[in-house]
């Protein structure tokens, strides 16, 4: 297993709406040297410390996992409550506000290049919570057993991660 990034290494920036502020853990460039053969991605930690509209991210599809407390979502006026630790997808042009949130908190953000209509035999990147045997990353949720918190891990088909470590997998 190899540590990609960890971020407590990186800088946040501002939200491309200035509504809040992210931490960018791979670059849709840096995917392309990790995964040639998938569409581009982008994986970065915000910070949700209040309801705010996400910026429009047209031409990508997100996945949104919040980390450490429920909240609720407004996608294209429809409300959902999403639990910690459970992915929540969306297109990145549909109109997304964070509504609800009963402590600020962290998300994971996974956002994939959609597939515009033309003919590809790249596939997506998707993320989980659960290990599904075809692996390429995971990203500790948590700090225990000698991993930070936030640290993007590259896998191996042989390494095995402690069960009591918290984890979102990429695959």
């Keep these: 297993m190899r540590v990609i990034t960890s971020f407590d290494d990186l800088e946040p920036v501002p939200w491309a709406n200035g509504a809040g502020e992210t ?3 791979v670059s849709l460039t840096e995917s392309q040297n990790l995964t040639p053969s998938r ?3 982008r994986l970065s930690i915000a910070r949700l410390d209040r ?3 996400f910026s429009p991210l047209p031409g990508l599809a997100r996945t949104f996992l919040p980390i450490g407390a429920e909240v609720v ?3 294209d006026g429809q409300v959902h409550c999403v639990a910690q630790d459970e992915p929540q ?3 990145g042009d549909q109109i997304v506000s964070l509504i ?3 402590t600020p908190c962290f998300a994971l953000n996974l956002m994939v290049e959609s597939d515009d209509g033309a003919e590809s035999e790249q596939v997506g990147m998707e993320m989980s919570t659960r290990f599904t045997g075809s692996d390429f990353f995971a990203v500790t949720l948590e ?3 000698g991993y930070p918190r936030f640290q993007v891990l590259e896998l ?3 390494d095995v991660l402690p069960d009591h470590l918290g984890v979102a997998i990429l695959h």
């Design 143 to 145: 700090s225990g057993a």
């Design 23 to 25: 931490t960018e853990l």
């Design 156 to 158: 191996e088909e042989s």
């Design 39 to 41: 569409r581009r991605w």
């Design 73 to 75: 979502l407004e996608i």
């Design 89 to 91: 997808r969306f297109r």
């Design 51 to 53: 309801p705010a509209a």
């Design 100 to 102: 609800e949130l009963g």
